[in-house]
């Protein structure tokens, strides 16, 4: 099955859901306020969506790898930033575990999906 869009990608998806929960979090009283953290941990999980959906377009599979490799880190960026948003109390041990999970799986989607486009690009027809 050949993927027609960027909205098709499993981990676009999970990136989708995973940034509208970030916004949720960070529109908390004691988040909102915090600017710095508020906007780097947004753009982070932003630029998990935006480098899926960018790569997309890629002219090869090798740059699409790059632009999907951005996301994965980006979503241990998000992970990272989840940290201190529990350590100033801005989120709850719930909102921290349920939102890192759903980070790792968004990572690992990235991962499977980068695998997938290496064996395929390797393939000879």
Do not use: P
């Amino acid at each position: 099955m050949k993927i027609e869009s960027f909205e098709e990608i499993e981990g676009w998806v999970l990136a989708r859901e995973l940034t509208g929960i970030i916004y949720q979090l960070t529109k908390k009283s004691l988040f909102s306020k915090d600017f710095g953290l508020k906007n780097q941990i947004r753009e982070a999980s932003g630029s998990i969506m935006h480098n899926i959906a960018e790569g997309f377009d890629s002219e090869s599979n090798i740059e699409f790898i790059r632009f999907l490799r951005y996301a994965k880190r980006s979503c241990s960026e998000v992970q990272s930033q989840l940290y201190l948003a529990k350590d100033q109390g801005y989120i709850t041990s719930e909102e921290f575990d349920l939102t890192y999970k759903l980070t790792g799986k968004t990572r690992s989607k990235i991962r499977g999906f980068i695998n997938y486009l290496r064996n395929f690009e390797n393939k000879t027809v």
